[in-house]
T-cell receptor, first 112, second 109 residues
């Protein structure tokens, strides 16, 4: 068990550019979650997948955000036309069905 | 919407003290309550998971309790060490986790 991995760990981009993050969950975990965390706050839920199906999306997930989990394995989170307000730590977690969630190290996004 | 509150927001204690971190939540219809540790700039490390049917869980020097009826959980850390310095987050879930803002703990040698 190698844990949840995320790539890249850090991303600096200019406003208006598109960015994509990847998350590899713990193998055989069928649930995968994305959260966003800003400084001094707890993580906030963005979306989650049960295998390849995206079952829930937060109101925080604007039209500029899209997430996929093809084949129910790794997941990608894309942000189009980034804004300075998108600067945050993006965290991925996985779990067996409805059980303890295990988090990755996060991707720190800075939008200039 | 579930609201999770953690008190205190920050805590500084000398090494060796026993301490209690508090977590309260507004909606008792939860599946689990999970406590995490977060070091600066890092991801979250799961410490303890309490299922809704359970009252407490223990791991080493950590003990977490859950009282669903009153909407409260506590994390007890025994014999604190400087390595325990971190932010501690509690979260409740139905399908996704709802987090508090955390308690920032500093244990001084």
């Amino acid at each position: 068990d190698t844990g949840v991995s995320q790539d890249p760990r850090h991303k600096i981009t200019k406003r208006g550019q598109n960015v994509t993050f990847r998350c590899d969950p713990i193998s055989e975990h069928n649930r995968l979650y994305w959260y966003r965390q800003t400084l001094g706050q707890g993580p906030e839920f963005l979306t989650y997948f049960q295998n390849e199906a995206q079952l829930e999306k937060s109101r925080l997930l604007s039209d500029r955000f899209s997430a996929e989990r093809p084949k129910g394995s790794f997941s990608t989170l894309e942000i189009q036309r980034t804004e300075q307000g998108d600067s945050a730590m993006y965290l991925c977690a996985s779990s067996p069905q409805g059980d303890e969630q295990f988090f990755g190290p996060g991707t720190r996004l800075t939008v200039l | 919407k579930q609201e999770v509150t953690q008190i205190p927001a920050a805590l500084s204690v000398p090494e060796g003290e026993n301490l209690v971190l508090n977590c309260s939540f507004t909606d008792s219809a939860i599946y689990n309550l999970q406590w995490f540790r977060q070091d600066p700039g890092k991801g979250l490390t799961s410490l303890l998971l309490i299922q809704s049917s359970q009252r407490e869980q223990t791991s080493g020097r950590l003990n977490a309790s859950l009282d669903k009826s009153s909407g409260r959980s506590t994390l007890y850390i025994a014999a604190s060490q400087p390595g325990d310095s971190a932010t501690y987050l509690c979260a409740t879930d139905v399908y996704a986790l709802n987090f508090g803002k955390g308690t920032s703990l500093l244990v001084t040698p």
